[in-house]
Nanobody, 120 residues
């Protein structure tokens, strides 16, 4: 079992930045592929970014490439999402998730989410 707790969300003006954190429980954090997803009001949850256990493999959604950066600190059992040049369309609840396989991109554990609101 892995428990995930997100933090760092908030209200920011367009063009601003936020850094989300996701703290994980357990001693096997480094084995997990970690992902960030988001869900805007009235829309389905969508993929934002992911990186594998070592951090050597990274993916981004096209909509956030060049603006968001995912990173992890396995010593702290934490994954981060640095979000720069935020746009109103980035508004939503951001979730982190843990999965056992980079290749399957199936996520078994999810956090409760943190709200990000970008005002225009």
């Amino acid at each position: 079992q892995v428990q995930l707790v997100e933090s760092g969300g908030g209200l920011v003006q367009a063009g601003g930045s936020l850094r989300l954190s996701c703290a994980a429980s357990g001693r096997t954090f480094s084995r997990y592929t970690m992902g960030w997803f988001r869900q805007a009001p009235g829309k389905e949850r969508e993929f934002v970014s992911a990186l594998n256990g070592s951090g050597g493999r990274i993916r981004y959604a096209e909509s956030v490439k060049g603006r968001f950066t995912i990173a992890r600190d396995n010593a702290k059992n934490t994954v981060y999402l640095q979000m720069n040049s935020l746009k109103p369309e980035d508004t939503g609840v951001y979730y982190c998730a843990a999965g056992s396989s980079w290749f399957s991109q199936i996520y078994d554990f999810w956090g409760q989410g943190t709200q990000v609101t970008v005002s225009s």
